[in-house]
């Protein structure tokens, strides 16, 4: 017991000592993803600038939102970054508070899309991804979302959950695929349940899905832009696909818990963050692809990203509403019909 | 002689199930390839000295470390009395005692986390170390107890009488007589606590702060982001730490004496 | 420690009768109840047959080797159960060891799919608990009176006479701690029906954090722990009358 208490203690003491414990603190949560490359071109450059300490949070976004809702009376996290429906389900329980969209210098120069994603000014996009089909190229050939389902992918294809982001995505295009339209995706899910037992998984994570890529277990599987480096990367032939309906995608947002007490330093790193210049070296290091109109990468880069106003407002999205008022009878209708 | 081969045969089946996938993972992580696979493609350690170039590993190491020894010495201290008054004064209730203290076993772990979350170190202001501390010592009492429990009701309880006969205290028989015929039961309590709460995943997936994350879920984290075979070379590490110690309590101990 | 258990069960404090019928009422949480009672008991019952045959050999061993056997018998508790799953993934895989050798051989054409099915996760768990019932079946053998086997040998009693009459009744009290850790832990665990299961082989733990994690109902969870709690006490209970008989 004495070592326990002793050792924090004799940590605290060293910190206390030197000039570190007397600067100002931001604490963030994000994605865990890339926090390296995030560290090199964003956190250690920002923290410069501010003269403050950045506590990174990460983990994934469900996590992340439990614990900005047990936290509501004494926030713990003062700016997140989420996928624009949680940062929506967030704002309905009241847990966000108003952007004043003029501490943003690039505010102006943002996509439109991501200017005020989910009302009322609650957030800002940061960043927008596009979602397809990655398939091999040596064993198949993927011209529609409709050929998840045939036969030449039969016990070799992956579906993402419906509880993960990608999944109401790709029941978004499936059902435009099979001929549906709107989001009642109940004969799409029925479709999938016929099928259930032709499909390897419904994978949760996109790392999953790219291991089980790698060992030829999973031979195409609908998957987020942001994810395509873990397979553009490899030996075996992966190819993005571009199905006759279009691709689909989504955007990830920042926003700003309420009450936090850091109003000023966050409004500052969100400035930052959504500055023309941070969004370019995000992009350079194939990290986010930009949401700030302004950046300007090379052929190169913009081949492994979401870039350009042609691309992102030719995306499919489902407004973060409809996700959000109709998740919940996607989930039943999907146990019922696909789980059994 | 038959004998002898039957029992080596069975052995080494079993040992080849339980062991066996931590060789692929020894060598999984000596690939020189960028994805877990097995065979692995060509040799390299450069996995292995991954590991140590990540520094939240360093930090999460520590703090799973300290959780582990400490959370589990404090379950001992409380369970090893509570075992010994369950098995030798028939207090009413003993079997619901049984029962309350195995909750924490059977209450999935993620409950146990949001409920710390949500009712201590929210309204309490309790940090999330101490309340990580909390639910491993809670989540290790379980094992102590009824592990020593075990043990407690194949020892014959005249030892201990014959001791009092002799002239020894309540106390001095259960320190002199009892408490050395049961170390083999806390050693396995020990090292059951210890190996629950290091590898602990679903209580500690609430419990992390910034900066405070247990081990195991930075390797999940980790796994999230990159799916490079330092996952399993640091698997392989810690696995070669634990012989270690197995075979520090073997020498120091006599491990064996008391198996 | 007691307020701490106590707020355990508060997350899912406001449960009615009407929330369990609903539950029940629902396929999904039926097939998944089942699943997760077979695929507990079928991992006692495999971990106690093997428990049984390999403590006994262990605990016939001499005293140098016995201690290095205990040592190999717990190093699989103390990999994480993270790092022990993936393995799985690697030798149940489609190129993984098992299907090579399956296809190599000729035992079968085309790779069999072993992944994300309830085959994967029973051996994972297994893999993962077996170990907890060896050590509670050799910590209670160690103090079986050594003499009592060969006596009842030299009286005549054949191996499985000599199991049933003497070694049986001595270790009931470490074959019940054993069964009831192995199951709580199948019944429990996560990471492996998760990892090697995935969505399509849910179990009442994955089912669990799905409805925490995805439509924050804690009704549900509350559901469904009480279920796991109750399937756990039930299981020592069951295990102990067994045992008894």
């Given at each position: 017991m004495t070592l326990k208490y002793l050792l924090p203690l004799s940590i605290g003491a060293l910190l206390a000592s030197s000039s570190v414990f007397a600067k100002d603190k931001l604490t963030i949560s994000v994605y865990s993803f890339a926090q390296d490359a995030y560290k090199e071109a964003l956190y250690d450059p920002f923290e410069e600038i501010c003269d403050c300490e950045l506590v990174i949070e990460t983990g994934n976004s469900v996590e992340r939102m439990a614990k900005i809702e047990a936290n509501a009376a004494n926030p713990v996290i003062d700016m997140a970054v989420m996928s624009s429906h949680d940062a929506l389900a967030l704002a309905r329980k009241g847990l966000l508070q108003k952007l004043d969209t003029s501490k943003l210098a690039s505010f102006?120069?943002?996509?439109?899309?991501?200017?005020?994603?989910?009302?009322?000014?609650?957030?800002?996009?940061?960043?927008?991804?596009?979602?397809?089909?990655?398939?091999?190229?040596?064993?198949?050939?993927?011209?529609?979302?409709?050929?998840?389902?045939?036969?030449?992918?039969?016990?070799?294809v992956a579906l993402p959950n419906i509880t993960g982001t990608q999944g109401p995505l790709t029941l978004h295009m499936l059902s435009q695929a099979l001929g549906h339209e709107g989001i009642d995706f109940t004969d799409t899910i029925n479709a999938i349940g016929e099928k259930a037992d032709d499909i390897v998984t419904f994978y949760v994570r996109s790392s999953q899905l790219a291991q089980l890529m790698q060992q030829e277990e999973v031979i195409a599987a609908p998957v987020g832009r942001f994810a395509w480096s873990r397979f553009s990367g490899s030996d075996l032939p992966f190819k993005w696909a571009e199905p006759a309906e279009g691709q689909t995608g989504g955007m990830n947002v920042m926003l700003m818990t309420k009450g936090n007490g850091n109003e000023e330093l966050a409004y500052k790193l969100m400035d930052y963050w959504l500055s023309a210049e941070v969004q370019t070296r995000v992009a350079n290091a194939k990290i986010d692809s930009p949401a700030n109109s302004k950046v300007e990468v090379s052929a190169d880069i913009a081949d492994s990203l979401t870039y350009g106003a042609d691309l992102i407002n030719s995306l499919n999205m489902i407004s973060p509403d409809d996700i959000i008022d109709n998740r919940d009878s996607w989930v039943e209708q999907w146990n019922s019909n696909v789980i059994q | 002689m038959s004998q002898t081969w039957a029992s080596r045969v069975i052995l080494s089946l079993t040992l080849l199930f339980l062991i066996g996938p931590f060789f692929i993972i020894i060598f999984a992580g000596l690939s020189a390839g960028s994805t877990l696979s097995f065979p692995p493609d060509g040799l390299s350690l450069k996995w292995y000295l991954a590991v140590f170039s990540v520094e939240s590993f360093r930090q999460s190491f520590m703090l799973s470390m300290l959780l582990a020894v400490f959370g589990t010495l404090t379950a001992l201290l409380l369970g090893v009395p509570a075992a010994y008054a369950i098995c030798r004064y028939k207090i009413p209730g003993a079997e619901t005692i049984k029962l309350i203290v195995a909750a924490p076993i059977i209450v999935p772990g993620i409950i146990v986390g949001l409920a710390l979350l949500r009712y201590l170190v929210v309204p309490l202001n309790f940090t999330v170390t101490l309340a990580l501390f909390l639910a491993h010592t809670a989540l290790v009492l379980p094992y102590a107890v009824r592990v020593v429990t075990a043990t407690l009701e194949n020892l014959r309880t005249d030892i201990e009488?014959?001791?009092?006969?002799?002239?020894?205290?309540?106390?001095?028989a259960f320190t002199k007589a009892v408490l050395p015929n049961i170390k083999s039961g806390i050693l396995a309590a020990f090292i059951l606590g210890f190996v629950t709460s290091f590898n602990q995943v679903p209580v500690s997936l609430f419990l992390s702060g910034p900066g405070v994350r247990t081990l195991p879920i930075d390797m999940l984290a980790y796994m999230e982001i990159t799916y490079d075979p330092s996952v399993a070379a640091l698997s392989a590490l810690l696995a070669f730490l634990s012989i270690a110690i197995v075979f520090i309590a073997e020498k120091t101990l006599g491990f064996s004496r008391y198996v | 420690m007691a307020i701490l258990l106590s707020e355990a069960f508060k997350v899912g404090g406001e449960w009615s009768l009407a929330g369990y019928a609903d539950f029940i009422s629902k396929p999904l949480n039926r097939t998944v109840f089942f699943r997760t009672l077979k695929l507990g008991a079928l991992v006692v019952l495999v971990s106690a047959v093997v428990g049984y045959a390999a403590a006994f050999c262990i605990v016939n061993l001499e005293p140098a080797k016995r201690g290095r056997m205990f040592g190999l018998i717990i190093l699989p508790l103390m990999i994480s159960p993270v790092a022990r799953t993936y393995a799985w993934i690697v030798i149940l895989g489609r190129t993984g060891?098992?299907?090579?050798?399956?296809?190599?051989?000729?035992?079968?054409?085309?790779?069999?799919?072993?992944?994300?099915?309830?085959?994967?996760?029973?051996?994972?768990?297994?893999q993962l608990f077996m170990p907890l019932m060896i050590i509670a079946l050799i910590s209670s053998m160690e103090n079986m009176p050594k003499d009592a086997i060969a006596a009842a040998r030299v009286l005549g009693a054949n191996w499985f006479q000599v199991f049933t009459r003497v070694i049986l009744p001595l270790t009931r009290e470490g074959l019940v701690l054993g069964g009831t850790l192995v199951f709580t832990g199948a019944l429990t665990a996560y990471i492996t029906p998760a990892i090697l299961g995935g969505s399509k082989v849910l179990m009442l733990e994955t089912l669990l954090y799905q409805r925490v994690n995805v439509s924050n109902d804690y009704v549900s969870a509350g559901i469904i722990a009480t279920i796991l709690i109750v399937m756990s006490f039930g299981a020592n209970v069951v295990l102990r009358r067994l045992a008894k008989a």
């Open positions: 102006n120069d943002l996509y439109d899309a991501a200017k005020d994603p989910i009302g009322d000014n609650m957030a800002v996009g940061y960043t927008f991804y596009a979602s397809s089909i990655v398939y091999r190229s040596d064993l198949v050939d993927i011209k529609s979302w409709g050929d998840l389902l045939q036969p030449a992918v039969a016990g070799r | 009488e014959a001791a009092i006969l002799l002239g020894c205290t309540r106390l001095q | 060891i098992v299907n090579n050798t399956l296809v190599g051989l000729g035992i079968s054409d085309t790779p069999i799919r072993f992944l994300f099915t309830e085959t994967a996760v029973f051996l994972g768990l297994l």
